[in-house]
């Protein structure tokens, strides 16, 4: 490919920052449940913290030193702390995603003042599947800029600083190693994404084909009888079927790609920190509490890290649906 189309089609991948600004225009009349919703994430990451920090001083405090009397604090400490983190999840959810029914709210009642408004001649060079589908189906995937993306955001990426936090004042030389290959997860999901935002794009278009189709169909079936025209209404129901269901699986196809290959990295990345962990209690250089709350730490990270990626996936979807 010539040098100059790559470069041009790499930035048609990127998104513009105009996108992003009008993003936030959408979003300020809700921000006062999205505000709520941070206050809820921001105990939900204080909470997965604490449930690594405080592996240590279970190991340690009643399993080495064999302090059994204490032990009937475990259970109860752990009950506690997920009863709190599942509050924490449930309030924080609906708070997202209360505000992004609200979005849909608000835009289709936009879109549907703004069509009502046009011209005929305006209305009539686009097809009444295509209004249609850009109304009811892309405005609905628009939700998941809140209820989604931006949830997953909130949640996840304080959790993972906390969490990686507490590893790196566990060993930091030992938490490091779990970065060696967050590089090559970061890599895999950015593009994957990309593509994932074309496709979505596909997918939009094939729904709106289908909408069209079924449309045409119903407005016009007394035509249909009078010139029997069922057999040629139907293959193209057909075509318009195949192609959305041909559009859905590639869709799925590098959504799973995605979630292998970054769940495979992630595996071969808990592997190094088992073994050179392992070595490290062997050699007494570290006590059997600090790694179990090392390795808790990072394991219960990758759990976000593989969320964000799905979830920039997700944002590349609704970006491609709000540039429509």
């Not at 449930?90 to 009642?109: C, D, S």
């Not at 909130?154 to 967050?182: H, K």
């Not at 808790?296 to 491609?320: C, D, H, N, W």
Request: aromatic share 10%.
């Amino acid at each position: 490919m010539d040098p100059k189309k790559r470069k041009m089609t790499s930035r048609t991948n990127e998104i513009p920052l105009p996108l992003y600004k009008k993003i936030l225009f959408l979003i300020r009349p809700y921000m006062g449940r999205v505000f709520i919703a941070i206050v809820f994430s921001i105990l939900v990451s204080g909470i997965n913290g604490a449930i690594a920090w405080l592996v240590k001083p279970a190991m340690d405090y009643i399993f080495v030193e064999k302090r059994y009397e204490l032990l009937w604090l475990l259970p109860l400490g752990v009950l506690i702390l997920y009863i709190l983190r599942g509050l924490g999840s449930m309030l924080q959810a609906y708070y997202m995603q209360t505000a992004g029914f609200k979005l849909i709210q608000e835009m289709r009642n936009r879109c549907f003042e703004t069509i009502v408004n046009l011209p005929v001649s305006t209305v009539q060079r686009w097809s009444s599947g295509e209004m249609i589908s850009r109304v009811m189906a892309d405005i609905g995937l628009l939700s998941k800029i809140l209820s989604d993306s931006f949830k997953t955001f909130l949640v996840q990426v304080p959790s993972l600083l906390v969490l990686m936090g507490v590893a790196f004042y566990r060993r930091w030389d030992l938490a490091l190693l779990s970065f060696v290959l967050l590089p090559a997860i970061a890599l895999v999901t950015k593009k994957m994404s990309q593509y994932l935002k074309l496709k979505r794009k596909a997918v939009q278009h094939c729904m709106a084909v289908l909408t069209h189709r079924m449309n045409e169909a119903l407005l016009g079936i007394k035509v249909i009888k009078i010139f029997t025209l069922e057999k040629t209404k139907l293959n193209q129901f057909e075509r318009a079927t195949r192609d959305h269901y041909r559009q859905n699986a590639r869709l799925v196809r590098i959504k799973e790609g995605t979630k292998f290959l970054t769940g495979l990295l992630s595996g071969v990345a808990v592997s190094l920190i088992l073994g050179y962990g392992s070595y490290l209690v062997v050699k007494g250089a570290m006590t059997s509490g600090d790694f179990f709350s090392i390795l808790t730490a990072i394991v219960m990270a990758f759990s976000p890290l593989q969320k964000l990626g799905r979830s920039y996936g997700t944002f590349q979807e609704s970006v491609g649906v709000l540039e429509r």
